[in-house]
């Protein structure tokens, strides 16, 4: 049963957050799999920002936000009864090398709260990330500053209102207190929840050190708390390494789709429920090009917009070779594997189809959509405003199209595209308003891009943070018109082409 926190029938607010009903199912595990710590306080917090949808789904009433407890609890500074803070042990593959022992090195794991609305277990895993130095750390303070949780902030709830596999983020609060980065920032707590933030990197960490109880041990978790269907299976451990495969190409697929680029696609940022995990140097496509690369460390592009589905397959086979003492033969693995690619291709293609409105499939659809992506490549469209103004394209009124058009450097090349395009809408006979309404349920008006958050970051470095709640309210509702917030969904403005992101972001 869970206790929500309600300051305006609670009589004690501290005494509502001390009930809350932490359980501590990662921490049933045996003590090698983490380390039990305290977050480190930090002086003077103050709220920032909050996702009341966040909070409702583990039953906390918004009216809270503002309460000394939340903010001391949200922080750190203040740890609920049933809560047990710990930091988890992972290892991991980065930028293709492996890189030994990783781990939490600023988050602080304080248990998972009943969240009924959510798919099974219906719990949600509560961290802090930021709340101060661990073992993991590796020579770091432990802390995130305001710029990154903010970004972290807004992008989980960005992609939860896309409908997009993703942890989600409670609330944000702030501090004074300064760490230096390139330069000396104030620091801030991000409140990040998921059903469970287990990693590929947890399983390679086992199997690379040689720990087969271990690895055993964490893969019976997984499947009897997370995959339970698949226990009865007669290779639970294949069955599981071809359920997390799946996930992971339906996420990349849904990445692709709204031009999504995480960034820093390491297996310990790989989700093992597939969902889109540590946000860090993301961006959205804007100007249209497939080797886009949205993390201004990433000098090889290992990690662009075209690299990513594969990258996602090439993590799925690290998480094989970590799972092949389980599974027990390669060609098991290979089998559980082999169903990567095709389903990534299946629903990449549905979802390019429903972009372009398209109800049917037909013998010619993949030319055009190849023909499309090089139009927007050679003009280098902007990804969210071709899709959704193509949406207003009618079917036998050319006339219409400038705004459509206006986009596209080389219009001729457009026009002839179009000319396909009508053609095949014709061939399935596709009504303008039934097409409209559902390419705009399809393709976002309204995404996080960089210029966007950077606004709100900048004000919130001078206590502004009503910049933050705006762009929260409209990234909730992406689809809807939203006319009283067009500017937002615009072209960006010339300075923002100068925005790097890079792994400190």
């Known amino acids: 049963m869970t206790v929500p926190i309600d300051s305006a029938t609670v009589t004690d607010p501290d005494a509502a ?59 750190g500074n203040r740890i609920p009864t049933a809560a047990q803070p710990l930091a988890a042990v992972y290892s991991g593959h980065q930028f293709g090398v ?51 949780s903010i970004r972290e902030f807004l992008c989980s709830e960005a992609m939860a209102g896309l409908g997009i596999p993703t942890s989600r983020a409670l609330c944000v609060t702030g501090s004074d207190q300064l760490v230096m980065r390139e330069t000396p920032e104030t620091t801030a707590v991000a409140t990040r929840m998921a059903p469970s933030f287990i990693r590929f990197g947890s399983f390679e960490h086992w199997y690379y050190n040689d720990r087969p109880q271990e690895l055993r041990l964490l893969a019976d978790h997984v499947i009897d708390r997370l995959y339970p269907q698949l226990r009865n299976n007669a290779n639970p451990y294949q069955a599981l390494l071809a359920e997390v495969a799946r996930r992971t190409a339906d996420m990349i697929a849904q990445w692709q789709a709204v031009g999504f680029m995480h960034g820093v696609m ?50 799925c086979f690290a998480l094989g070779q970590a799972l092949l003492p389980l599974i027990g033969e390669v060609e098991d693995v290979q089998e559980a594997l082999a169903g990567y690619q095709p389903h990534f291709k299946a629903r990449m293609d549905a979802l390019l189809h429903a972009k372009l409105g398209l109800a049917t499939t037909a013998d010619g659809d993949s030319a055009l959509i190849d023909a499309m992506f090089a139009a927007l490549q050679a003009s280098h469209v902007d990804f969210t405003l071709f899709f959704r103004r193509l949406g207003n394209l009618r079917r036998d009124d050319p006339l219409q199209d400038a705004p459509l058009r206006d986009l596209f450097i080389d219009r001729t090349a457009f026009d002839a595209w179009a000319v396909q395009y ?46 933050v709640a705006r762009l929260l309210a409209i990234l909730e509702k992406p689809f ?26």
């Not at 583990?58 to 001391?72: C, N, Q, T, Y």
């Not at 090009?289 to 996602?312: E, F, K, L, V, W």
């Not at 014709?426 to 349920?441: F, G, I, Y």
């Open 480 to 505: 809807d018109e939203q006319p009283e917030h067009e500017p937002y969904a615009g072209l960006p403005p010339d300075w923002a082409s100068h925005l790097e992101v890079s792994c400190s972001s």
């Open 98 to 148: 492996w890189a030994g022992q990783l781990g939490d090195g600023r988050a602080i794991l304080l248990g998972d709260l009943p969240a009924p609305s959510t798919p099974a277990p219906h719990v949600l895993e509560v961290q802090l990330k930021g709340a101060g130095a661990t073992p993991y750390s590796r020579m770091g303070d432990g802390r995130a500053v305001l710029r990154s």
């Open 266 to 315: 390491n297996t310990d940022n790989m989700s093992i429920l597939g969902l889109t995990l540590d946000y860090g140097p993301f961006g959205f496509m804007e100007a249209f090009d497939a080797r886009h690369i949205c993390n201004h460390t990433d000098q090889g592009g290992r990690y662009s917009y075209a690299m990513q589905p594969q990258i996602g397959q090439w993590n």
């Open 422 to 467: 009508r053609a095949r809408l014709l061939q399935e006979d596709s009504s303008d308003l039934v097409r409209k309404l559902a390419m705009d349920a399809t393709n976002p008006k309204y995404v996080l891009r960089n210029y966007l958050a950077q606004v709100a970051i900048e004000k919130a470095q001078n206590k502004d943070f009503t910049e």
């Open 17 to 75: 957050v001390d009930r809350l009903p932490f359980g501590q199912a990662f921490a049933a595990l045996p003590p090698a799999f983490f380390t039990r710590l305290q977050p480190t306080p930090l002086p003077a917090p103050y709220l920032i920002c909050a996702s009341a949808a966040a909070a409702a789904l583990v039953s906390v009433d918004p009216a809270a936000f503002s309460s000394a407890a939340f903010i001391e609890t949200f922080t």
